[in-house]
């Protein structure tokens, strides 16, 4: 398979101005959020493209007109892009006056892997001999609450997917996170929502088809997590700081083994946001108090709030730290539990060496 490149970008929460809502503890810059793409299109359409993909929360909350908007733009680029719906852009079950439905979704986006989908999945072939699955993780439980998980009849799709494509390359997108990127993300209550809440189903049958390859979102962060052979790539939003996006270049060298070259690129500054990585920061930091207070006081950490609030300044911008990838903490000044459990959040070392692999590096893939 000769090399080839392709990029990803991720939670762009399109908005069109009128339809921006207002939360003084809204996370989302969503007011930067077509000037960025905007930006981000531009910057690729100098490279040598073969597709593009966007897992998930495409839009600000289901909007049709935020739909009509991004799937007119995407249909315009010059290479095939391939999207996935994430929580936000099917929050309810069945439309209404705000928000598009699930059975909506496909009908937007036939241009971008929904030509023959199966439900709100889909296979495509990328190129010979390589597929892609888009997988929908969004789902209702009996009382309209969405969750984040593979229905059964999902993953025996899957399964024969996988059978049917033995012997050749297969890598799959889903929204949710497939692998652990924070410590303990499954048990903590903050972290918790973030991952597939099946998760060890879903890798189990990743595993014995030996797929290496999960393209996830949802999480607003740069990073790349390992387990086995298994690698879930996850990349930040587009409205968050740090801006950011990944190109990609898969290649074998002269002895046929595979690598995944991996570049993150960020938006620093977009017209009337000239600052914005300074601005988008800070707009994370200020949000920041009452998510750093739940972190400390709940498991398992369990401080008191006396104990825990002298603490929050110092973390004012560790989620923004943790969304730039690669980051290294010290909180030499923390009680000893609170140092640990914060440090623990690290990039990880591998043989005394700092494992710096969230943004720049280059995977070796297995056969």
């Known amino acids: ?167 050749e390359e297969v890598w799959l997108m889903v929204h949710h ?13 903050l972290g918790r929502r973030y991952m597939l809440e099946n998760a060890p189903q879903l890798r189990g049958v990743l595993r014995s088809h030996g797929v290496q390859l999960v393209f996830t979102g949802h999480l607003h962060v740069q990073d790349i997590a390992r387990e086995g052979r298994l690698y879930d790539i996850t990349t930040g939003s587009t409205v968050s700081y740090p801006h950011p996006y990944r190109v990609l270049e898969y290649r074998r060298d002269c002895r046929g083994q595979g690598w995944l070259q991996i570049e993150s690129g960020r938006v620093e500054g977009v017209e009337n946001w000239e600052n914005l990585a300074q601005l988008s920061r800070d707009w994370m930091g200020d949000r920041a108090y009452p998510f750093m207070l739940r972190l400390l006081t709940d498991a398992p950490l369990h401080l008191s709030r006396e104990a825990a609030e002298p603490l929050i300044p110092s973390l004012r911008y560790f989620w923004a730290n943790i969304a730039d990838g690669d980051a290294q903490f010290d909180f030499a000044h923390f009680p000893v539990q609170p140092r640990r459990f914060f440090e623990s959040f690290s990039a990880m070392a591998e043989e005394g060496h700092l494992a710096l692999i969230d943004n720049h590096i280059a995977l070796k893939l297995n056969g």
């Open 177 to 189: 996170n497939v692998i652990e990127h924070l410590p303990g993300q499954a048990e903590n209550g």
């Open 1 to 167: 398979m000769d090399a080839f490149r392709f990029a990803i970008v991720s939670d762009l929460h399109i908005a069109l101005p009128h339809t921006i809502w207002e939360s003084p503890q809204r996370f989302h810059l969503v007011e930067v959020s077509i000037p960025v793409l905007e930006t981000i299109l531009d910057r690729l359409s100098r490279l040598d493209l073969e597709f593009l993909l966007i897992p998930g929360d495409l839009t600000q909350h289901g909007e049709p007109e935020n739909h009509r908007w991004l799937a007119k733009r995407l249909g315009e680029l010059p290479y095939p892009v391939y999207v996935i719906p994430g929580n936000h852009d099917i929050p309810v079950a069945v439309a209404n006056d705000h928000s598009i439905g699930m059975g909506d979704f496909a009908d937007y986006y036939r241009h971008c892997g929904y030509g023959q989908p199966q439900g709100l999945d889909y296979t495509v072939e990328l190129r010979r001999g390589l597929h892609l699955i888009g997988l929908n993780s969004n789902h209702f439980d009996g009382e309209g609450k969405q969750v984040g998980r593979l229905l059964a009849s999902q993953l025996e799709w899957l399964d024969e997917q996988l059978q049917q494509r033995r012997g």
